[in-house]
Structure formats: structure tokens, C-alpha cells
């Protein structure tokens, strides 16, 4: 078991202790000491200790459950970027989503969640703001951080009056890097379609992240200082840093390999020694930390927009689906264990995720 099960959920909780001690003391006196963000940040971190409490508490009765949970609440986006791992899965699609989980089915797991001790919860899709009741439902879970993993177009005034009433819900941006690297991957404008959501959040002074799929194209850009101090410059107050994930033989050069990773690790310790403003994550790079992969319930799980509960997103498997089943129970999945067992989270891989690397030996142990 990992000795730290949750060493991204911890970097990005610190993004809101940061964006706090950032205001002067000038600052802090002219401000209501009883602003949204500092009542939220103060109801959350105790939320966020009672609820490690609780998963203290079941580990010491032999259970043990995941600091977060990755929830894929559509099949549907509106964009159609370059290797998507998604749409190579088929877990996104054009076409009208079917036999999707409803904003009741969504709202019953995050109460479950909660029960479990779990108070963070990643929100990803396909596009997670086309589904406004379920951010509805998330909304309501104070105890609960929401990062939202969204490509950005759907960030207008409602939105914004959302994020600023509710402050457990924080946007994560997608983003490749400049103007040329973002919109030859994700299309035409993108790049200052994001830039301007970025500034209209900004505006109302609310903490966003941006996420960056680095590539052996583009990974010296998104480390540089230049990229860094840009992002600063718009607000941002965190960077996840996902390596890519290879969906085809054509896109594997694209994927970091050994030494590559040896000097994004050498960058990313290097900015988080000099730009103390921001935090920095990295998947799967700060999983060496805890022993290998995370997944498949050791630090998280994924749930698909159908129930289906899976190791990752990355690894489209399952044999449980919440639907018919409590959270619990499905944390118990016979594939789980027995990717844990076996030892597959902890071996060496080329690309951004084990699992997608040896989804045949995966595909095997769920047959056992």
C-alpha cells in the first residue's frame, strides 16, 4: 500500500492555502474576514481531516479506501483534439449519450463518497460542463473539492456566477502550451478561447488550474519559466502535468521516455524550489512517491459516465458497475485486487500509464 495514497489531491489542496497567503496584510484587513474564499477554506480543511479520519479509521479495520475519485460524467465533448485517449476508448463519442448516470445517479455517489471519507473528487468527461446538473449536484457537497477538467468553451457568466458561489468547484484549464502547440492539437482558437476564460475567472478573483498533456514536443515549452510566468500572469495557481498517453503506434514518439522523464523531473523540482506561487503535480511522476500507480483503487478509481467502475481512465476495464452496487462493494472489484496482487501497478512503462501500456495483461486478469 502506498505510504502517501494521495499525493495529488495533497498538492492541489495546498493551491488553496497558497492563494491565501499570497494577500498581504493590507489586503486581508480592507477584505471581509469572512469572504467566500477564506470560509471555504477553513470549512475544508476541516471537512478534509474528518474525512482522512475516517479512512484512517476503516484502514485500521482492515478496509481501505482511496483519498479520491475520478468520476467521467459525459461521453460527450465538443472538440476533437489529437490522440485523445478518450475517443480512442470510445468513452467519448458524438453521437447523443446513452444509458449515461443521471444528476441523481452522480448525486447518490458523491453522498456515498462523503460517507467513505473521500473529499476529493476529479470531474472529467468528455466535456464535464455539458452536463450542468451534475455540477449542480456537485455543488451541493461542500465537503467535497470538485476539481472540473474542461477544455474551457463553456466557461461564460453562468459558470463563473457558479464557481464564485460555490468555491468547491475549481476549473482546471486544458492547454499544450502557446497559440501554435494548443490549437494544432485541440483546433483553430482554441488557445485564445481558454486565455479568455482564464482572464474572465481571474476577474473574479477564483482559483483555476490549467492541465498540460506533455509531449517530447512540447515539454520544454510547458516547463519553461516564459510558460510559467504567463500562466502567473493569468491567475493560474496550479499546473497538472499529464504525460502522454500513446493511443496508436504513429503517436508513440510523442510519448516521454526514460531520459525525457529524467529531465522533466529535474525541471519540475526546479520549479517548485523557484515559483513557491504555484503548485505543480505530475502524472504519473509524483506516483514514485507512493510506490507506482495509484489506481485501481489504491490512491483512486475511475467511474464512467455508464457506472461502469475502472481502474483509471486510461483503463477502460470493469466488472462492477455502481449502478448496482454500493461504492463500497465496488472499491472490492475482482479486477482490483488482483491488478494489486499481481504487482502490474508497480512495474516500468513507456508511456504515461502502466495500465494502458499492458492492457493485454490487464485484459487477462479481468477474464480470471
Known sequence: MAKNDNPHATRLMDSLN???????AQELAERNPLSKSATFE?????ASKKATEKRKKAEKNGEHIPAFLISSITSGCNLHCAGCYSRQNHACSDEAPVNQLSGEDW??????????????????GGEPLLRPDVIDEAAKHKNILFPIFTNGFFVADKYID???KHRNLVPIISIEGDKQATDSRRGEGVYDKVVNSMQKINEKDLIFGVSVTVTTENMDEVYSREFIDHLLGLGCKAIIYVEFVPVTEEAKHLAPGEEERE?????LDALRKDVEEMVFISFPGDEKSS???????????????????????????????????SLREALKSK???????????????AGGCILFEKREQ?????AK
Not at 477553513?42 to 476541516?46: G, H, I, S
Not at 475511475?302 to 476495464?317: D, L, M, V
Open 291 to 325: 510506490g507506482g500507480c495509484v489506481a485501481a483503487g489504491r490512491g483512486f478509481f475511475h467511474i464512467n459516465s455508464h457506472g461502469g467502475a475502472e481502474p483509471c481512465p486510461f483503463s477502460p476495464y470493469s466488472d462492477i458497475n455502481v449502478k448496482e452496487t
Open 362 to 366: 490487464v485484459e487477462k486478469l479481468l
Open 18 to 24: 497558497k492563494h491565501g497567503k499570497e494577500r498581504d
Open 162 to 164: 457558479m464557481f464564485d
Open 107 to 124: 448525486n447518490a455517489i458523491f453522498d456515498e463518497v462523503e460517507e467513505l471519507g473521500i473529499s476529493f473528487i476529479l470531474l472529467a
Open 42 to 46: 477553513k470549512k475544508f480543511a476541516w
Open 335 to 349: 479486477l482490483f485486487y488482483n491488478l494489486q496482487a499481481e504487482g502490474l501497478l508497480n512495474e516500468d512503462h
Open 263 to 267: 529531465r522533466m523531473k529535474a525541471q
